[in-house]
């Protein structure tokens, strides 16, 4: 794999915006701005006038503050991607307001989107992402997965808006992964599966829920592999989860960007990532049975493992 500017390997975080607020998501992206990481946010650009139960926290493009913020955060070369409408499920009418929302305020659709936790209007989720019949019998055993009230790619649907995504988005986020190389766990992203047609591109990421498992995942050992092999790395996190208190970054934290700054990486938003992938490969990629079905199996092995390990930290914290 060959980077821009003869650089060796690449970095980037993918930041869900549960829980965020400008409080305390913006020494963050001071910090990433300052050590020359250019990443990418979701933001929810519609507010949640029925409320909201677990997001409740969260600000929204509404909150002019907030918006002010993102509009700061473009101008530094961040990029903001779609993580739904709102909090919560959202209407085909309320996902079309939030689009057009950030066209008029941004100048610009989302190109990225990320489905958010059991919102109805996400697409492909539950147990559709998965093409095994045997893993999705595993995944309504073990985790009560269902495919049923996820309808954003269910024509007629109330909560349909699949149309929409292929007219303005171009990447879709599907699995996450343990791993920090991407390119050995799904070296065919951004990828295309014939039975998903309001997606153009699917991609995988690396897992990280929170700052602790931020830190845990990214050791300077790690770094320095990533680095030695040419690997693509992409984080899913969540920023607004404990990575700043009292507008001081986790020193961990720090620590690690800052050494990250100092390697010979490419630290681009995520979407310039995969547009990169692409035209690196020089023909789209769709998934094959074979490769989807190795993939989905690398992922329940990653999920199983995810679970294992926060179910022993939350014995340790009991």
């Known amino acids: 794999m060959e980077f821009p500017g003869g650089k060796r390997f690449c ?62 955060l473009v ?71 269902s495919g049923e009230s996820y309808e954003g790619a269910v024509e007629g649907s109330p909560f349909f808006w699949g149309d929409l995504c292929r007219a303005h988005v171009d990447y879709v986020r599907n699995f996450t992964f343990t791993d920090l190389d991407l390119l050995k766990v799904n070296p065919e992203m951004p990828y295309r599966r014939a039975n998903t047609p309001f997606v153009k591109y699917w991609f995988s990421t690396s897992d990280a829920e929170d700052v602790h498992e931020f830190n845990r995942l990214l050791t300077v050992e790690r770094i320095d592999g990533l680095e030695a092999t040419g690997g693509v790395c992409i984080i899913s996190t969540h920023i607004g989860k404990d990575y700043a208190r009292n507008g001081k970054l986790h020193a961990d934290t720090a620590k690690i960007l800052r050494y990250l700054s100092t390697k010979d990486g490419w630290f681009p938003p995520v979407s310039d990532i995969l547009d990169h ?42």
């Open 75 to 145: 101008s530094r070369g961040f990029e903001l991607a779609l993580h739904g409408a709102t909090m919560e499920s959202s209407t085909r009418e309320r996902t079309m307001r939030g689009l057009e929302f950030l066209q008029r305020e941004f100048g610009f659709s989302p190109r990225l989107h990320c489905n958010h936790a059991f919102n109805r209007d996400n697409l492909y989720w539950g147990l559709e992402r998965l093409q095994s019949h045997f893993l999705r019998a595993v995944f309504r055993r073990v985790w009560g997965e």
């Open 11 to 72: 970095f980037s975080i993918l930041d869900d915006t549960d829980d965020a607020t400008v409080e305390n998501v913006k020494p963050v992206y001071d910090y990433l701005y300052e050590c020359g990481l250019r990443t990418t946010k979701t933001v929810w650009p519609m507010d949640c006038p029925e409320g909201s139960r677990v997001f409740f926290a969260a600000e929204t493009l509404q909150d002019k503050p907030y918006c002010d913020f993102a509009h700061e």
């Open 277 to 318: 992938l692409r035209t690196q490969r020089k023909v789209d990629s769709t998934m094959d049975w074979l490769s989807m079905t190795r993939l989905e199996y690398r992922f329940l092995f990653d999920k199983i493992l995810r679970w294992l390990n926060r179910k022993e930290k939350s014995a340790v914290a009991l």
